[in-house]
């Protein structure tokens, strides 16, 4: 008995065995994930014609469900043959699934842009929308800057120029938002032309006894501040380089450090609110709202609840450069949607991005609290979301829209994140902070 | 082989018996295999469900995956670059620190309101019973939501501190290097206090009550029964408690994920977290297989440390 249970004992423990190693051996048959080309082309068609018969685009995204609600209904209106299929997914859901979706048979035809976009795009999974830019002209109906943001860093193979991975329909852009009461009452009249005279008013709020600035360090708040003084202090196509990954692209740089030790420095002064790192944008957003701080980084996303709760009482302006006549720069993104390669209506997908840039659905973006790609084709905004416009207005002249900085590689985001409430806490030198960012970047570039 | 309790036949029914044994002993030869008849439909499933996702996840730890593209091959790379990681090694300290949270407080607390509620049957158990239940009810992502609120800066626990004086105590929270963790770790304390408790009044019930009336006739205080009557008859279920609570130290991911996701810095990262993220948001799938694995072998090594003690105290 003794030795039969021994036998297969020993025969379930080769079995065993035999079943891990088996799929070892057979690595190639196994090895996870595909090397098949994406099937179809991996650009639009140089026609713009939309074929006749009825058509149905599954549209996947994230942002904004009542904005892109009307802007479907508005396009199926021009389109009758066309109708648009919406599918929306919570942000990170959305973020966390864009590989597997876009990769899949069963991709939409029409999908929002986020930061996987630029790996999907290099592997030929989103089609290149080049030829459509000249065709429908965007670049007249859209700022290019706004654009050339889309482009992956990658040259089209189709016009040789710039390639485009997708079409803005809201744009976004950060700054510092302030209340005018309590500005007025630390003696603040007005936005600031420097960065120095910046300080300058958040020491004569921290002297009036208020808290200067609200910064909601938990999620994203830290880094927008970071990036903020960044922006005025490093050369704009050092940073594009740096984001976009082009080689030798370096962020150990004097003018990275510098901000860094601002960031540090204005923590060390009390300026921000004693919970900084422990705060949520959002909630960041409600205390300013209140009137806990003077001033409040965040980006335009915030100004609709902003302008509703505190009417005429606060203002915006882009973080000031260095001088007076620097160019205004500020970091900012679209709520932009891409076209996926596998997608058997390019055409009816070109003119509903195309659609995207036309003054009646800039006006569409505009009520739904974003800043539409053409401006001047909308209704004039006022109080708060003027200042935004007008913001947005002087960095796009000054070619000054950057992106934001976690765009340079997908662990990026954790690292300024938590580097930042490190750099605000005190807790870690400038070109630590930096070292670990580029650590990151090059381990994610090195491919 | 067991043998059978001998039977006492009358000698005129002896030549049926043989027969009827020499029939029943076929089945019995094949006994150990029906066992695992019976076996087969839970562990089918189990092995569909627990098995084989563990042995592809220990599989994908050998490649470097996107999630999306064909793998490469590295072998035992993944694994190297776990260990030379330094936020990973800060992940799995804070771990352990969650450890006294998750897992020694609510034990020590789970005994006392055991021994506060053992002692005499008062009406209005059931009431105690689902209180201190409820935070196990509630799913952790609103638990951590809650909390979140909590300890914010106008949140409950500072106009506490506020109320009573207190002010230069107040701080955010989750936002403070100092306190972040041991504020995380005081979630898990009042999600898992209950569940402990819980564990110790059902041992507690089937404890003889004869014991505590002997212990009482014998002059004993309140603690010396919980001491010398309670206490070894809950040897298990400490244990059990025990297991279930450190695995959810270690593996502990919603209440941080929605309370902090690792910040201030790196103060309340953990391996889950990192597994997430790893997986998720940084696409390097294989290294999280590496991680998961990881974690995996450390929290049996622990656990069976655990049972191990137990069984040789007992």
Redesign the interface.
């Known amino acids: 008995?003794e030795r039969t249970h021994r036998v297969r004992r020993r025969v379930a423990a080769t079995v065993c065995a035999a079943a891990?190693v088996l799929?070892?051996t057979a690595?190639d048959a196994?090895?996870?994930?595909?090397?098949a080309a994406v099937p179809g082309p991996r650009s639009v068609p140089s026609s713009t014609a939309v074929p006749d018969g009825d058509i149905t685009l599954r549209l996947q995204f994230a942002d904004a469900p009542l904005m892109v609600d009307a802007l479907i209904a508005a396009f199926e209106k021009g389109h009758p043959n066309i109708s648009v299929e919406p599918q929306y997914k919570t942000f990170s859901d959305y973020?966390?699934n864009l590989?597997?979706t876009m990769?899949s048979d069963t991709a939409p035809d029409i999908a929002q842009y986020a930061v996987?976009m630029t790996?999907l795009a290099a592997?030929g999974h989103i089609l290149d929308l080049a030829p459509y830019r000249e065709a429908y002209g965007w670049d007249k109906a859209i700022p290019p800057v706004s654009l050339d943001q889309l482009t992956a860093g990658q040259t089209s193979e189709a016009t040789g120029g710039r390639a485009l991975f997708g079409v803005p329909a809201g744009l976004s852009m950060t700054g510092i938002y302030y209340n005018k009461e309590l500005a007025k009452k630390a003696g603040i009249d007005g936005p600031p032309k420097t960065v120095a005279e910046f300080e300058d008013q958040l020491a004569a709020a921290k002297k009036a006894d208020l808290t200067p600035l609200g910064v909601g360090?938990?999620?994203s708040g830290g880094l927008h501040l970071w990036a903020a003084l960044l922006n005025q202090l490093m050369p704009t196509d050092d940073y594009w380089d740096w984001v976009n990954g082009t080689k030798g692209a370096t962020i150990e740089t004097p003018a990275a450090v510098t901000a860094s030790k601002l960031v540090i420095d204005w923590g060390r002064k009390g300026y921000y609110?004693?919970?900084?790192?422990?705060?949520a944008q959002v909630?960041s957003t409600a205390?300013f709202a209140k009137g806990d701080s003077v001033f409040l980084i965040n980006g335009n996303w915030a100004a609709g609840q902003l302008a509703t709760v505190m009417g005429d009482n606060v203002g915006f302006f882009p973080m000031p450069g260095e001088q007076a006549s620097a160019p205004t720069v500020a970091s900012g993104f679209s709520v932009s949607y891409a076209v996926a390669s596998r997608t058997e209506h390019p055409e009816a997908a070109g003119a509903f991005l195309d659609f995207l840039t036309t003054p009646e659905a800039g006006q569409i973006i505009s009520d739904n609290g974003f800043m539409p790609p053409n401006p001047d084709a909308v209704k004039k905004p006022e109080g708060v979301l003027a200042d935004i416009a007008e913001g947005h207005r002087r960095a796009v002249a000054d070619d000054g829209i950057t992106t934001f900085p976690d765009f340079a590689a997908?662990?990026m985001?954790?690292r300024l994140?938590?580097?930042v409430?490190?750099l605000i806490?005190n807790?870690?030198d400038p070109s630590d902070y930096l070292d670990s960012l580029q650590d990151e970047w090059e381990e994610h570039h090195a491919e | 082989m067991p043998s059978r309790p001998p039977v006492q036949q009358p000698p005129d029914v002896r030549v049926r018996t043989t027969e009827v044994r020499v029939q029943s002993q076929a089945p019995r030869r094949r006994s150990p295999y029906r066992g695992y008849v019976y076996v087969l439909p839970a562990f089918a499933v189990y092995f569909c469900f627990a098995v084989l996702p563990a042995l592809h996840t220990a599989y994908l730890s050998l490649f470097e995956w996107d999630g999306v593209t064909l793998g490469d091959w590295v072998g035992l790379g993944n694994y190297q670059e776990i260990f030379q990681d330094s936020i990973l090694r800060r992940s799995v300290l804070n771990a352990l620190v969650l450890v006294v949270f998750f897992s020694f407080i609510p034990i020590v607390v789970g005994l006392a309101m055991t021994g506060l509620l053992a002692r005499f049957r008062r009406p209005g158990m059931g009431a105690y019973r689902f209180l201190f239940m409820l935070p196990q009810v509630v799913p952790l992502v609103a638990v951590g939501v809650t909390w979140r609120w909590l300890y914010g800066d106008d949140g409950l626990v500072n106009q506490t501190f506020r109320a009573v004086g207190l002010d230069g105590v107040t701080r955010a929270w989750l936002g403070d290097f100092g306190a972040a963790l041991i504020a995380v770790g005081l979630v898990g304390t009042w999600v898992l206090s209950g569940l402990c408790m819980m564990l110790f009044l059902s041992g507690v019930q089937k404890v003889d009550p004869s014991l505590y009336e002997a212990a009482r006739l014998d002059g004993a205080g309140p603690v010396r029964e919980f001491v010398s009557v309670t206490l070894p008859h809950l040897r298990g279920e400490i244990a059990v408690a025990m297991t279930v609570t450190t695995v959810a130290a270690l593996a502990s991911f919603d209440i941080v994920y929605v309370t902090t996701n690792g910040g201030p810095g790196e103060q309340t990262t953990v391996p889950g977290l990192l597994v997430y993220r790893l997986a998720f948001s940084e696409g390097k799938v294989g290294l999280a297989a590496a991680l998961a694995v990881v974690l995996g072998c450390l929290i049996l090594g622990i656990v069976y440390l655990i049972n191990r003690l137990s069984r040789s105290e007992s």
């Open positions: 008995m891990l799929p070892l690595c196994l090895t996870p994930g595909s090397a973020v966390q590989k597997l990769t996987g790996d592997d360090a938990l999620d609110n004693d919970s900084a790192n422990g705060t909630d205390q997908p662990a985001l954790d994140r938590s580097g409430q490190k806490a807790r870690i």
